[in-house]
């Protein structure tokens, strides 16, 4: 059995491409299982921050999504690739730190949902200029073109990531 018994009908990749692919994306998770990318997010912000608070600050940050519904700790699941029941530990977590805070959603006075505090959106703002300074540092020697045509590239990728994970 080779490699390609193992893709879809009538996918037609070389095969080093896919393995450039897998191995590229093996190292990026292994960096972010060792929080090496998200650390200097955390350092750089006035007060410690967990990782996980860190994540589900970034999925409320994120808002309600394509349809524009209200976050709630589901949708925080959902976007985070985790269990409800695990996700709302690390919602509670975020609540008990000051960083989000529940609210009686608006389409549904029943529901709860999550909104960021201000200490939340100083946290979100933190983190986004730490992620662009690092990002900046990595690509500083980049043409401005490889720059673009790997934004645009990446953004596709996830694209279809989303769409394969909804089918």
Request: with cysteine; charged share 30%; glycine share 8%.
């Amino acid at each position: 059995m080779t490699k390609n018994d193992t893709l879809p009908t009538g996918t037609h990749i070389d095969p080093a491409v896919l393995d450039a692919v897998e191995r590229a994306m093996v190292r990026i998770r292994r960096r972010q299982s060792r929080g090496s990318l998200a650390r200097p997010t955390v350092q750089g912000m006035p007060q410690p921050v967990e990782l996980p608070t860190l994540s589900v600050i970034d999925a409320v940050d994120a808002g309600g999504g394509e349809h524009g519904g209200d976050v709630t700790v589901g949708v925080v699941a959902d976007r985070l690739a985790i269990d409800p029941s695990r996700a709302s530990r690390i919602v509670a977590d975020a609540v008990k730190s000051g960083y989000v805070r529940r609210v009686a959603s608006q389409e549904d006075g029943r529901r709860s949902c999550l909104e960021l505090t201000a200490a939340g959106r100083e946290a979100v703002e933190a983190a986004h200029r730490t992620r662009q300074r690092f990002y900046a540092e990595v690509l500083g020697d980049w043409d401005p073109e490889e720059q673009a045509e790997l934004a645009r590239l990446l953004g596709k990728f996830v694209d279809s990531l989303d769409k394969a994970r909804r089918s």
